[in-house]
């Protein structure tokens, strides 16, 4: 299966800390994509980084790639209460045009004020 | 723009019932999906359609069907419930031009299956 894995499965912080989390992945990919999840809510896309970059930011998330390691990690910086969620990463399929994201099991954040 | 609608929100059947969810979206979307959440199990592919009139298997096809008569809409039918397809249903749709299928998410259907 191509789904991805997230590490850790839980993380707990404190507000200004910094989260990170790794994914990782089993076959070759297009693009590697984070989403959040709040409770009770629908996914929301965060950040897409493609096959062929490295490292990519927007706002207070920075995220790498290492498709040579099949690994990805999601770095949240200064991080806040409302940040509390979980994070997902999504694969996609190199070559596929079907538009299928594998999800791995997420890593549940919280952050204490 | 409403983004993705599901409807209903929250649902109880008994074991044997049917019931269809409906997924509609005002972004002029081509693909759609429909996934199940378990605790634990992430998100997993039920169908998916590329396109009006078309659909697909995902991971776990069985025991639902779907249907895609209007590009903006995607049903997803449970002809005979069973308690395991007690879960959280999330539809979501994405472009299909270029190649990142960013996808849109859907706020979820909580189904209970007693």
């Known amino acids: 299966s191509q789904q991805g894995e997230e590490d850790p499965q839980a993380l707990s912080i404190q507000e200004g800390e910094n989260a990170t989390m790794n994914c990782s992945y089993k076959?070759?990919?297009?693009?590697l994509q984070w989403y959040r999840q709040n409770s009770g809510r629908g996914l929301v896309h965060l950040i897409l980084?493609?096959?062929?970059?490295r490292e990519k930011h927007s706002g207070r998330l920075r995220v790498t790639l290492d498709t040579s390691k099949k690994s990805s990690s999601l770095l949240i910086t200064a991080s806040r209460a409302a940040d509390t969620a979980s994070y997902f990463c999504?694969?996609?399929?190199?070559?596929?045009?079907?538009?299928?994201?594998?999800f791995g099991r997420g890593t549940q954040l919280t952050v204490w004020p | 723009n409403a983004g993705v609608t599901q409807t209903p929100k929250f649902r109880v059947l008994k074991t044997g019932q049917s019931m269809t969810l409906l997924c509609a979206q005002d972004?002029?979307?081509?693909?759609m999906y429909w996934y199940r959440q378990d605790p634990g199990m992430g998100l997993r592919l039920i169908h998916y359609?590329?396109?009006?009139?078309?659909?697909a298997k995902g991971e776990v096809p069985d025991g639902y069907n779907v249907s895609r008569l209007k590009k903006q809409n995607f049903l997803l039918g449970l002809e005979s419930a069973a308690p395991s397809q007690t879960s959280v249903y999330f539809c979501?749709?994405?472009?299909?031009?270029?190649?990142?299928?960013?996808?849109?998410f859907g706020p979820g259907t909580r189904l209970t299956v007693t």
């Open positions: 979501a749709s994405s472009y299909s031009r270029g190649s990142s299928y960013e996808q849109y």
């Open positions: 972004m002029n979307h081509e693909y």
């Open positions: 980084i493609r096959s062929n970059e």
């Open positions: 359609s590329v396109g009006e009139g078309t659909t």
């Open positions: 076959t070759s990919i297009n693009n």
């Open positions: 999504a694969t996609d399929e190199r070559g596929s045009t079907l538009g299928r994201l594998y």
